[in-house]
């Protein structure tokens, strides 16, 4: 059975910086879309970032871009986001999920994590 696990998350001030990370067990993320979501309270789930298993591709939401990276780190099998000018509105919890078909940024992963709190706040 696939495993991710999410982590990184926490409380930041306004204008700082997180690094989240998703890392799988048993089975090499390499093959698979994987992205990130998040989901506010009251709000609905949202698609922020992903990157692609076929070129490396990566993708990001317009209340993201330019202010989050994602990449991949194979040899530790873990997959970040690097969130920095952090904003109170990307308080959420955010999850990580993969998929080996489709389209990375469609967002319609198999498997997710059980997601890493975000707040943002001074």
């Known amino acids: 059975q696939l495993q991710l696990v999410e982590s990184g998350g926490g409380l930041v001030q306004p204008g700082g910086s997180l690094r989240l990370a998703c890392t799988g067990s048993?089975?090499?993320?390499?093959?698979?879309?994987i992205g990130w979501s998040r989901q506010a309270p009251g709000k609905e789930r949202e698609g922020v970032s992903c990157?692609?298993?076929?070129?490396?591709?990566?993708y990001y939401s317009d209340s993201v871009k330019g202010r989050f990276t994602i990449s991949r780190d194979s040899a530790k099998n873990t997959v970040y986001l690097q969130m920095n000018s952090l904003k109170p509105e990307d308080t959420a919890v955010y999850y990580c999920?993969?998929?080996?078909?489709?389209?990375?940024?469609?967002?319609?992963?198999?498997?997710w994590g059980q997601g890493t709190q975000v707040t943002v706040s001074s």
């Open positions: 999920g993969l998929t080996g078909w489709g389209l990375c940024h469609a967002y319609e992963y198999d498997t």
């Open positions: 048993g089975f090499s993320l390499d093959y698979y879309h």
């Open positions: 990157i692609s298993r076929n070129n490396g591709g990566t």
